[in-house]
Nanobody, 124 residues
């Protein structure tokens, strides 16, 4: 299974984007799902996740209050709504499923089924 992230693009500071993540032929069900990003020369950073235990969403401090994780079970799609984008948000964004049904983790090693990611560029 390879998740497919899409919706990235070029946006000005303060702008918004909505990223989507799908898994053709693989129902998310109650999987833990995480959003990560990786900027050039930096390590992959966990920014948001949904708990496979109780469905709660968690956010890294760097995006809290600006990004929102949502899930549409009927479409088998998760979204990352990004508002107030900043230069430091420029990165390739990835989604992945948790290896186990944990509450939440921002550690890449706890996830699998990575896709190719989608590029988000914040520039004036």
């Amino acid at each position: 299974v390879q998740l497919q992230a899409s919706g990235g693009g070029l946006v000005q500071p303060g702008g918004s984007l909505r990223l989507s993540c799908t898994a053709p032929g693989y129902p998310f069900g109650r999987d833990s799902i995480g959003w990560f990003r990786q900027a050039p020369g930096k390590e992959r950073e966990g920014i948001s996740c949904i708990s496979g235990v109780d469905g709660r969403k968690y956010y890294a401090d760097s995006v809290k209050g600006r990004f929102t994780f949502s899930k549409n079970n009927a479409q088998n799609t998760v979204f990352l709504h990004m508002n107030g984008l900043e230069f430091d948000d420029t990165a390739v964004y990835y989604c992945a499923t948790g290896k186990t049904r944990f509450r939440c983790s921002f550690l890449p090693d706890d996830y699998e089924n990575w896709g190719q990611g989608t590029q988000v560029t914040v520039s004036s």
